[in-house]
């Protein structure tokens, strides 16, 4: 759609595991392209509203349904993900954090080139129930010392919060319309060279 119209303004709303795990390919290369999307990923640790099976993102050693004696694999960080893959803005808060969220969101709109906020939520009957982690108020306030500003983390096992980076770089709506723009100015009569049979040594 963005491609299409790069008049849009396209806002995608996902969870941990419909967007690393089900959609990881797609989320991969769409920050590889830095294409201007914005990505709002409400990390919760399980596959919520499907039965309860351990994401991406759930803690090693964490109990699902699909984990009765304990996730096997790491957990996969959403924002050094969408970083090193070339994303131009990445930031993390949570769901009791929300002015801090807003502000996140708000750049994230604003911003060229691909966007992503990473909001940590919580799910108590699917995750917090079988790992013990109290009820839906306790896992709720505690996102507050769970997560640390990142200048203030001090690798105390604690999830950074704050903004990962943000940096000015081509968006790939640009350069797409760049080469719209160079093949419409391009002579209709003459093929373009990679399409010239005298070139290729074939024909179409």
């Known amino acids: 759609m ?4 790069p008049r849009l303004k396209v806002i995608t709303v996902m969870g941990d595991g419909d967007a690393i795990a089900i959609g990881g390919n797609h989320f991969i290369h769409a920050c590889r392209r830095n294409i201007e999307i914005t990505a709002i990923v409400v990390n919760n640790f399980i ?3 499907t039965g309860g099976q351990f994401s991406p993102t759930t803690p ?3 109990i699902s349904a699909t984990s009765p004696y304990g996730n096997l694999a790491q957990s996969v960080d959403i924002c050094e993900l969408a970083r090193d893959c070339g994303a131009s803005y990445v930031a993390r808060s949570t769901i009791y954090h929300v002015n801090e969220m807003e502000k996140q969101i708000a750049r994230a709109v604003t911003t060229s080139g691909f966007s992503v906020v990473e909001v940590l939520s919580t799910c108590y009957s699917r995750y917090g129930k079988l790992n013990q982690k109290g009820s839906p108020r306790e896992m709720f306030l505690a996102l507050k010392d769970q997560t640390v500003p990142i200048a203030k983390a001090a690798g105390d096992g604690r999830i950074s919060r704050g903004v990962f980076i943000d940096r000015a770089e081509a968006a790939y709506s640009d350069t797409y319309q760049a080469i719209v723009a ?4 391009h002579d209709a009569g003459e093929p373009l060279p990679l399409l010239n049979p005298a070139r290729t040594g074939g024909t179409r």
């Open 60 to 62: 090693t050693g964490d």
């Open 47 to 49: 596959y919520g509203m």
């Open 2 to 5: 963005r491609l299409a119209n």
């Open 182 to 185: 160079k093949a419409r100015e």
